[in-house]
């Protein structure tokens, strides 16, 4: 449980990563770019 946590991510994550975060219950994960730039790559 990473109940409180934050996690900082540079682009936007895999399904299966987001599944992780959900299930370790972290509070928030900021983007450092916008979704937007990271569909473009």
Same mark, same amino acid.
């Given at each position: 449980?990473?109940? +409180?946590?934050?996690?900082?991510? &540079? +682009?936007?994550?895999?399904?299966?990563?987001?599944?992780?975060?959900?299930?370790?219950?972290? &509070?928030?994960?900021?983007? +450092?770019?916008?979704?937007?730039?990271?569909?473009?790559?």
């Amino acid at each position: 449980m990473l109940k +409180g946590c934050d996690l900082y991510v &540079n +682009g936007a994550s895999c399904p299966m990563c987001m599944s992780a975060i959900y299930w370790a219950r972290i &509070n928030r994960v900021p983007l +450092g770019t916008r979704l937007e730039d990271t569909i473009k790559q």
